[in-house]
Each structure stands twice: as structure tokens, then as C-alpha cells.
């Protein structure tokens, strides 16, 4: 089993260009998180997912957008990227509320 | 709101040395609490949680409702210890609430 994968692992974007990042996991997990991460302030939760077809907002989800068409994956976007997304983004999953989440090995965000 | 802190940055003990990560939480309904961490070059993966009272690599965390905390600890480090750790908190409404880190670093 390949867990929760992410692509790309890294990227630059210039301010105003889009993008997507796309999230796997083969567990058959129903949730599915999008989380940003900046030193100091641990991990921010943007979106986040209880099922196929379902998106919720997190903590921070101004300027993403996200989709879960399938079970298995969780894209997020951003539409114009600004200089303050600058990140690292990690994905997870987890059977249930209150489960133990599996994280992805993170996708490194440079927006210049 | 929930808010989840701990308020070193990092935290640096000599092998053998007890250690103990602190996070206090601020949160109106029960909660329920994890470590995680994160070792150099791999995924951040669960340590412990306070519901399952178990010791893992031989660290053991403690909810203290009264003074709201949740530390970790371990009463003799290893170099292999040497990570980050995030205590989080998990609220009714699928949420997990994480703190800023600590960085651990165990020297020889």
C-alpha cells in the first residue's frame, strides 16, 4: 500500500498563476484533510472532506478551492496564487471523526 | 475557540536526560488529544493518544483537565527522539487543531 501520496512535491508558481495539487490515498478512507504548514504556527487546516462528493471548510480556506469527485483522491487549487501561500500543504486521511490521520510526505510551495 | 499551545519552540536535553513537551489547550467540550511527530525526512505520523493511556517509544502523556495540559513525556531521552512534535486537539466538529510544534533535539 502507497498510503496517502501527494503531487507534485514541489513547485513554483509567480503571483497569479493557478494550480492543483492532487492528494491519493488507496485505505479506502472516508475523510480527507488539506493542511498548510509554516514555521511556528504548526499546521492550518484549509478544507476538508467526510465523503465523496462533500468539502467543508477548515481553519484557513481563503484563496483554495477543493474537490473530492472520487474517494480516493482530494484535489486542492488555488485560482491566483499570491506570495502569502508560500508553504508547505500536506494531505491526509482518516476512516472517521476522531481517528488517526495519515499524512502525505508534504508539497513544497514557492509562489515568487 | 479551541487553541492548542506549546510554548517551546525547542526543546534541547542531553541523552539520557527526562524530557517533557508541554501543550495546554483551550477548549469548552471534552477533548480529546494526540501527539504527533514528525522524524527527519519522513511523514508526520501519530506517537499517542490520551484516550488509548499507552506508553509508546516509552513516552507517556497525561490530560490534565484542571490545568488543561497535555504534556509528553519520557524519562530518558534518545538520539533517535530527536524531531518535531505537535500536540493536537480533536473537536466534535471533524476538526483537529494543531500546535505550533516543539522541536526536540537530543544530544549525545
Known amino acids: 500500500n502507497a498510503g496517502v501520496t501527494q503531487t507534485p512535491k514541489f513547485r513554483v508558481l509567480k503571483t497569479g498563476q493557478s494550480m492543483t495539487l492532487l492528494c491519493a490515498q488507496d485505505?479506502?478512507?472516508?475523510?480527507m484533510y488539506w493542511y498548510r504548514q509554516d514555521p511556528g504556527m504548526g499546521l492550518r487546516l484549509i478544507h476538508y472532506?467526510?465523503?465523496?462528493?462533500t468539502t467543508a471548510k477548515g481553519e484557513v480556506p481563503d484563496g483554495y478551492n477543493v474537490s473530492r469527485l472520487k474517494k480516493q483522491n482530494f484535489l486542492l487549487g488555488l485560482e491566483s496564487a499570491a506570495p502569502s501561500q508560500t508553504s508547505v500543504y500536506f494531505c491526509?486521511?482518516?476512516w472517521g471523526q476522531g481517528a488517526e490521520q495519515y499524512f502525505g510526505p508534504g508539497t513544497r510551495l514557492t509562489v515568487t | 475557540a479551541q487553541r492548542v499551545t506549546q510554548p517551546e519552540k525547542l526543546l534541547s536535553v542531553f541523552k539520557g536526560a527526562p524530557v517533557e513537551l508541554k501543550c495546554n489547550y483551550s477548549?469548552?467540550?471534552?477533548?480529546?488529544l494526540f501527539w504527533y511527530v514528525q522524524y527527519s525526512r519522513q511523514r508526520l505520523q501519530l506517537l499517542l493518544r490520551?484516550?488509548s493511556r499507552e506508553s509508546i517509544k516509552g513516552f507517556t502523556a497525561d490530560l490534565n483537565k484542571g490545568e488543561t495540559s497535555f504534556h509528553l513525556k519520557k524519562p530518558f531521552a534518545q538520539e533517535e527522539d530527536s524531531a518535531m512534535y505537535y500536540c493536537?486537539?480533536?473537536?466534535?466538529?471533524?476538526?483537529?487543531?494543531f500546535g505550533g510544534g516543539t522541536r526536540l533535539m537530543v544530544k549525545p
Open positions: 493536537a486537539l480533536n473537536n466534535a466538529g471533524n476538526m483537529l487543531t
Open positions: 485505505m479506502n478512507h472516508e475523510y
Open positions: 490520551h484516550i
Open positions: 472532506s467526510v465523503g465523496e462528493g
Open positions: 477548549y469548552s467540550g471534552s477533548p480529546e
Open positions: 491526509a486521511s482518516s
